[in-house]
């Protein structure tokens, strides 16, 4: 991990325009990919997510912010958010009903 890496609690991942996925799961790699791949170099959400995500990587921004301001730009770009399907409970897990033992 690099030195300056900041951490978001939820990673998230996004569909390119070239239909596959990536996932960001910090500041550092959303900020790489906004100055080195990103596929639109304009945009008002873009510049802010540049931005955003200079000022979080010298701790003048909470990490938060930088991660929404980074999804307002991929939005503008027409790159969606791909949600995740929600966990499931591994079988057998579930409570037992004491009337049902």
Same mark, same amino acid.
């Given at each position: 991990?690099?030195?300056?890496?900041? =951490?978001?609690?939820?990673?998230?991942?996004?569909?390119?325009?070239?239909?596959?996925?990536?996932?960001?799961?910090?500041?550092?790699?959303?900020?790489?990919?906004?100055?080195?791949?990103?596929?639109?170099?304009?945009?008002?959400r873009y510049e802010r997510a540049v931005r955003t995500c200079r000022r979080a990587l010298n701790r003048m921004t909470p990490a938060a912010v930088a991660?929404?301001?980074?999804?307002?730009?991929?939005?503008?770009?027409?790159? =969606?958010?791909?949600?995740?399907?929600?966990?499931?409970? =591994?079988?057998?897990?579930?409570?037992?009903?004491?009337?049902?033992?």
């Amino acid at each position: 991990m690099l030195l300056n890496e900041i =951490p978001w609690t939820i990673p998230l991942t996004v569909r390119l325009s070239n239909g596959l996925t990536r996932t960001f799961g910090s500041v550092y790699e959303a900020l790489d990919f906004l100055e080195n791949e990103w596929p639109l170099r304009k945009g008002e959400r873009y510049e802010r997510a540049v931005r955003t995500c200079r000022r979080a990587l010298n701790r003048m921004t909470p990490a938060a912010v930088a991660r929404e301001a980074f999804i307002a730009a991929c939005l503008e770009a027409g790159m =969606p958010l791909v949600m995740a399907a929600p966990a499931r409970k =591994p079988q057998g897990t579930e409570p037992k009903s004491i009337l049902s033992a």
